[in-house]
């Protein structure tokens, strides 16, 4: 029987009674009145709403009766009289109510989850019968809480186990600069607030501990209408900035995304097991598989007319079937409401090219970190017994082992011990104590000055090694006598490297997404833009990574948070020199032969005149050697001045020490204007330190008694002259700005030669530094082409699909079936077979989005000076390769030419490629897909130069040196296709099935790691890549 609009159904003498017995608050909501209209409308129920009198008041007696109940509980619901109500008038219940009191316990929710085999995050429950309780089975240390045995490593979340308490913290390690974030809920535009100063945990109730998972900053609400129909959308994670995203009409911006058959299931699953027809829950999305993390009971989409449509038929099917069966297969030829969808204009996304048919694809990213303090090392044997037996403590007590001293607690241990041991008072100038004990004293002054600095200990700025030396006695009376001591510091972002990465970030939101503007943003919260961030382990690239997150994402707050939510580590692929130390030696062997001899050599791949860059040291001054010694006078000059500064800086002995804030250096986003104003150095290095590192430095560039050179410690140098020139020159150093130049000359050209000091050493010694990122990068491009040409024929398919479609339609004049609005997507097995590494996708029947199917992927590399140099160097000097002789570099001969004159990749300095595909060439065509290079030198520019701007003088009063624009490697108009760029740079790069498994370091267990099954299928890839080209190099 076919309902006409409007008309009634006889059930026992009337409509259906639908009752409403909810608080009148959640009932006046815009998306339970959108929903009742459309239900009422059908013409089928009526609506009956229990007032909040009726509800508090009256007995369950009295109530209005009804043939179908919707209710669920709510701040001050009496949940055991409808219970009571239900079990005297038997109604159909939409949402049951027993299972609702689960919801209230966040411990049985979980115990619910796994008892239906849905996946939820590890996690460990600490009880207390009142607040305070000591109970033996939990433990807390610095970056780990124990419970049961269990370990949980920050970043770990706190939940209240009370299912109504939305006061959850997320805890951070040391490593990344400690504090605390608070989750709650959303007041004004804020819904969490970072506290740096917190890192103990709560002890005044019950909590959950559970693992952190890591989702890219994105979080997914889920809602389902029955356990066939789940609705998804996504938004941005409160753990990122706090900061709530808003609309023009202030509501929360979301975006519909599409769940994978698996999340399907666990949405049918978590229906069923509460046994709630409509119900929201909260889903994480890491590292390629998904979690419940919370169960919210009765929610409903907001903003969404398509959801809503969908709601009231799934809800009138229902309710039809338990009340009127006959009824409820069918729906009106006519929905029977009618409105007016709002129409939010949008651009047409990411269209950039030569032409209008190009399509950014790509975005792949290898950038330097921003400013830093020049780094340290201090050295010196130690015999004190306080040392020693600190080195035990920390080793095992294992008397020939070396000890690594990098925690907080550690750090703290070493300073306690440093300060009984340095001497209260500095001896005289006619002082008779030993040359070798004062030294001594001098570097453990120095070592105690390092460890109070800036505040804070942690692990990512300062490391400490104690190796032992000499021993005594035997067996198990054996223990050490003298011990190497090795303090490693410095190489701290500074504020100015904060500012400069969050600039490039925002730079590249505007300008590296060509006709995006802010639109970047919209396309990243429509997870059509898969955006990684990966970082080395070093801490000022791990912060300049979560700095320019920040500018690029448009985020706020600390950068902690940031860091921790969207920034991986892969210090194999962005860390050390190690695989090329053979061939570095070599170089520098033989640079020192230039520097000090002038010994030049033309190569035989060009003349020196027409390409510079072929000889042997290119870019060396012809007088190095006189520059080295005018070097060694200038930087005696310089230190004698610090030197005075030290000794007349006066150092309060007797005040008590606090223990030292690990998380202030780390939000520190301005210059520190008192200490300039009172003389002092800028940041947080004082007098002493200032004076260690320069004397260190004039030690170590030259020694008098053999009369011999260092020239590594040229860079050193120039990087202090540097540094103190745009942090420091309020101190007035005579002579710094003739030091910097000098030294300047010489790092030109020793800089560019340590990473080869001709063109086929560089390209030997950059293929081995960069080997694994240079394969991650082909990787990145040919998933993204795999992806592109899947959506190209994808389309056409479905273009075919549905004018054939169409035509049956018009020709049979049947109105279709509207199964969808039950069971979307489950019938798409495109859709459940789509690619395993894009799966997350915007949901194009929900979005109000002109190019649902538009997918940008961008990759950031955050790495050091030498992976710039070594990747820069193979995409210069590839075509040398005996394997690719006769190819054409893939840099242009003016590129070449500029880049020779570019003796510094500086401070945020960076290699962009982006891939654009040209959707009006066919797929089999190789200029489909084409590749666009370009760098930039970074904050390349001198400190002594005037600046003609007012931004340029504004940014050097805050310490802080502009970043110079992108230039392009290639002509404009050439075309440089995705398949040439492969087989120049396959053979330098590492194949995929050469990556070893990803293991994540203690402590951040879930958030460094990669999914093997990607990796796996990138091994196919390559195999098919290998097959396609063994022919051209045979």
């Given at each position: ?28 909501s ?11 409308s ?11 009198k009726?509800i ?20 001050g ?7 009571a ?6 109604p ?19 115990e ?8 939820v ?18 433990v ?12 949980f490593?920050?970043?770990?979340v ?11 913290m ?5 490593s ?8 709650f809920?959303k007041i ?5 607030e ?19 998972m ?15 129909y ?19 009409d202030?509501?929360?911006?979301r ?7 698996a ?31 919370d169960?919210?009971g009765?929610?409903?989409?907001k903003?969404?007319?398509?959801y809503?449509?969908d709601a ?14 006959h ?6 030829h ?6 007016s969808?709002?129409?939010?204009p ?10 209008q ?10 950038i330097?970190?921003g ?17 020693l ?7 095992g ?8 001293l990098?925690?907080a607690?550690?750090?703290q241990?070493?300073?306690?011990a440093?300060?009984?041991?340095v ?28 460890l ?7 692990g ?11 021993w005594d ?9 003298e ?7 410095g ?5 100015a ?5 969050e600039?490039?970030?925002r ?6 997404y060509?006709?995006?503007?802010t ?14 961030i ?11 990574a ?25 210090s ?6 190690d ?10 062997a ?6 000090t ?15 510079p ?11 190095a ?19 005075i ?7 309060n002995?007797t ?10 250096a ?7 204007s008192d ?12 007098f ?7 004397i ?6 030259y020694?008098?008694r053999?009369?011999?050179f ?14 103190d ?11 710094l ?5 000098v ?5 030109d050209?020793v800089?560019?030669?340590?990473y ?21 990068i ?18 056409e398919?479905h ?5 054939s ?8 004049n049947?109105q ?13 097995k ?14 194009p029947?929900y979005?109000n989005?002109?190019t649902p199917e538009r ?10 000076e ?39 990749l ?5 290699i ?6 040209n959707?009006?060439v066919?797929?089999?065509?190789p ?7 370009t ?15 007012e931004e ?12 110079m ?6 002509e ?6 995705l398949?040439?760029?492969?087989k120049?740079?396959?053979p ?12 994540a ?5 879930g ?20 097959n ?7």
């Amino acid at each position: 029987m076919e309902v006409e609009e409007g008309a009634s159904v006889d059930v026992g003498g009337g409509k259906i009674k639908v009752g409403v017995c909810v608080m009148e608050k959640k009932v006046s909501s815009s998306p339970m009145g959108q929903i009742l209209d459309r239900l009422e409308s059908f013409g089928e129920f009526e609506i009956l709403h229990f007032r909040d009198k009726v509800i508090l008041e009256d007995p369950i007696e009295s109530w209005p009766i009804c043939d179908c109940l919707i209710a669920f509980h709510s701040t001050g619901y009496p949940l055991e009289k409808a219970q009571a109500y239900a079990a005297l008038r038997k109604p159909f219940l939409v949402n049951e109510l027993d299972p609702q009191y689960l919801l209230h316990d966040r411990r049985k929710v979980y115990e619910h989850l796994e008892m239906y085999g849905i996946p939820v995050p590890r996690y460990a429950c600490v009880n207390r019968k009142v607040p305070n309780e000591e109970v033996d089975y939990f433990v807390e240390e610095e970056d780990f809480v124990e419970v049961n045995g269990e370990r949980f490593w920050k970043p770990f979340v706190e939940k209240p186990v009370n299912g109504d308490d939305h006061s959850i913290m997320i805890y951070y390690p040391s490593s990344a600069g400690g504090g605390m974030k608070e989750l709650f809920r959303k007041i004004g535009n804020r819904s969490s607030e970072f506290h740096p100063d917190v890192r103990r945990v709560r002890r005044e109730g019950s909590f959950i501990y559970e693992e952190f998972m890591s989702t890219g900053g994105t979080d997914v609400k889920v809602y389902t209408v029955g356990p066939e129909y789940a609705h998804a959308e996504a938004r941005k994670s409160p753990v990122v900035d706090g900061v709530v995203m808003r609309n023009t009409d202030g509501k929360e911006v979301r975006y519909p995304v599409l769940l994978t058959p698996a999340e399907k299931q666990m949405a049918r699953q978590l229906c069923i097991a509460f046994r709630q027809t409509v119900c929201g829950f909260d889903l994480l999305r890491s590292e390629g598989c998904s979690y419940v993390c919370d169960v919210n009971g009765w929610s409903f989409v907001k903003n969404s007319y398509k959801y809503y449509d969908d709601a009231a038929c799934v809800l009138r099917k229902m309710c039809l079937d338990v009340k009127a069966p006959h009824l409820s297969s069918t729906l009106p030829h006519t929905l029977p409401w009618k409105f007016s969808k709002p129409v939010q204009p949008n651009k047409r996304l990411t269209r950039q090219g030569n032409g209008q048919s190009e399509e950014l694809r790509c975005v792949i990213a290898v950038i330097r970190h921003g400013d830093r303090t020049p780094k340290q090392k201090v050295k010196l044997n130690v015999t004190e017994a306080k040392l020693l037996n600190l080195m035990l403590k920390y080793n095992g007590g294992k008397p020939r082992a070396e000890t690594k001293l990098k925690s907080a607690v550690q750090l703290q241990d070493l300073l306690d011990a440093t300060r009984m041991l340095v001497p209260r008072t500095r001896p005289g100038r006619e002082s008779d104590s030993d040359p070798e004990d004062l030294e001594h004293a001098e570097k453990l002054r120095q070592v105690k000055a390092v460890l109070e600095e800036g505040g804070n200990f942690s692990g990512i700025y300062r490391k400490v090694q104690l190796k032992p030396l000499k021993w005594d006695g035997e067996g198990e009376e054996e223990r050490p006598v003298e011990a190497l001591m090795i303090l490693k510091y410095g190489g701290v972002l500074t504020h100015a490297g904060r500012k400069q990465a969050e600039e490039l970030g925002r730079f590249f939101r505007y300008n590296m997404y060509p006709g995006e503007g802010t639109g970047l943003l919209r396309l990243h919260s429509t997870y059509r833009h898969d955006l990684k961030i990966y970082s080395s382990d070093e801490g000022r690239v791990q912060m300049s990574a979560a700095a320019f997150a920040k500018g690029l994402l448009d985020l706020e707050g600390q950068l902690t948070p940031i860091l921790v939510s969207l920034v991986s580590k892969d210090s194999s692929m962005l860390d050390g020199l190690d695989t090329a130390s053979i061939e570095m030696e070599a170089a520098k062997a033989r640079l020192n032969e230039i520097v000090t001899c002038g010994k030049k050599m033309t190569n035989e791949h060009g003349s020196s005149e027409e390409f510079p860059w072929m000889t042997d040291g290119a870019g060396v001054p012809p007088n190095a050697n006189g520059l080295l010694r005018e070097l060694v006078t200038l930087t005696k000059n310089v230190t004698e001045q610090v030197r005075i500064l030290a000794m007349d800086e006066k150092e309060n002995l007797t005040e008590p020490y606090d223990m030292y804030d690990q998380a202030k250096a780390l939000g520190k986003t301005n210059i520190d204007s008192d200490r300039i104003a009172s003389g002092l150095p800028c940041g947080s290095e004082g007098f002493l330190l200032m004076f260690a590192r320069w004397i260190k430095l004039a030690r170590d560039l030259y020694n008098e008694r053999k009369d011999r050179f260092d020239i590594t410690q040229i860079p050193d140098i120039y990087d202090s002259c540097k540094y103190d020139l745009l942090h420091n020159s309020h101190l007035g150093l005579q002579g710094l700005d003739e030091l910097f130049k000098v030294a300047q000359l010489l790092a030109d050209g020793v800089i560019p030669n340590e990473y080869g000091i001709n063109p086929q050493q560089k390209l030997k010694i950059g293929s081995k530094v960069a080997r694994r990122l240079m394969g991650k990068i082909l990787i990145d491009l040919r998933n993204t082409r795999e992806e592109a040409m899947s959506v190209a024929e994808l389309k056409e398919q479905h273009v075919t699909l549905s004018l054939s479609a169409s035509k049956k339609q018009q020709d049979k004049n049947i109105q279709p079936k509207r199964d969808d609005l039950r069971r979307p997507g489950t019938g798409d097995k495109d859709e459940d077979d789509d690619d395993k590494e894009t799966k997350y996708r915007l949901d194009p029947k929900y979005a109000n989005v002109k190019t649902p199917e538009r997918h940008v992927r961008t990759r950031l590399y955050f790495t050091s000076e030498s992976h710039i140099h070594s990747l820069m160097n193979v995409l210069r000097y590839c075509n040398l390769d005996e394997s690719l002789q006769g190819e054409e570099s893939l840099i242009s001969q003016n590129a070449l030419e500029r880049l020779f004159k570019t003796k510094e990749l500086d401070y945020m300095s960076y290699i962009v490629l982006r891939l654009f595909e040209n959707t009006e060439v066919s797929l089999e065509d190789p200029k489909r897909f084409r590749i666009e290079l370009t760098f930039s030198r970074g904050a390349d520019l001198s400190p002594l130069e005037e600046k003609n701007d007012e931004e340029a003088e504004s940014l050097m009063r805050e310490h802080t040196l502009p970043i110079m624009g992108p230039e392009r490697l290639q002509e404009v108009g050439s075309c440089l296709t995705l398949e040439t760029m492969e087989k120049m740079v396959h053979p330098f790069a590492m194949p995929p099935e050469d990556f070893p498994p990803a293991s994540a370091p203690v402590g951040f267990s879930g958030y460094f790691s990669k999914s093997a099954a990607v990796l796996e299928r990138l091994v196919k890839l390559f195999h098919s890549y290998k097959n396609s080209s063994s022919n051209g190099k045979s």
